[in-house]
């Protein structure tokens, strides 16, 4: 599927007519940051401010709510079945399970100081965590841990994306 994210909402390419089909999220909803695919029919869509999953084969869009809260993410991935985010209320990065149509937390966050501009796993079971003017981290959600891999990257500079080449070199 192609997904389209606009400051009007979400959009879904149908293929079979050559068109875009604007997916209806919340009347209050217009910009929508991401889409992530938590399972195989299950997204989670990020606005500003909400985050709400979309169950493709009902049509179905419910906000999720964590710990009864409103929650929105900057970042976000999916590890084995496990969410990753990063939090922008609360700056933390969090280990998260969708059960039963909501957000639960699986190990305790790891409090961050700055907002969680891009995330990615690491080769040790760790995850890379990049900060809007706050740096590259190494997080193990684990046990808590946050290292700084080195200064050669200076915490004021902002990483907003990361990602491996082919050859498995990190790209900042």
Request: glycine share 10%; hydrophobic share 35%; charged share 25%.
């Amino acid at each position: 599927d192609l997904w389209v994210c606009t400051a009007d909402g979400l959009a879904r390419f149908d293929y079979e007519k050559g068109i875009f089909r604007r997916i209806p999220i919340s009347e209050n909803v217009h910009s929508v940051e991401y889409i992530t695919q938590i399972s195989a029919d299950r997204y989670l869509v990020g606005t500003r401010t909400e985050t709400y999953s979309y169950d493709r084969i009902s049509g179905q869009v419910r906000e999720c709510l964590l710990d009864g809260k409103t929650i929105s993410f900057h970042s976000i991935i999916v590890d084995q079945g496990n969410i990753i985010a990063g939090s922008v209320q609360e700056k933390e990065l969090l280990s998260l399970a969708f059960e039963n149509g909501e957000l639960k937390i699986k190990s305790p966050p790891v409090k961050m100081q700055y907002t969680i501009s891009s995330i990615l796993k690491a080769d040790n079971g760790s995850y890379w965590v990049g900060k809007g003017k706050g740096g590259l981290y190494l997080v193990d959600i684990k046990n808590g841990s946050v290292s700084r891999p080195g200064e050669f990257i200076s915490e004021q500079s902002s990483v907003d994306a990361l990602s491996y080449d082919v050859s498995g070199r990190l790209w900042i």
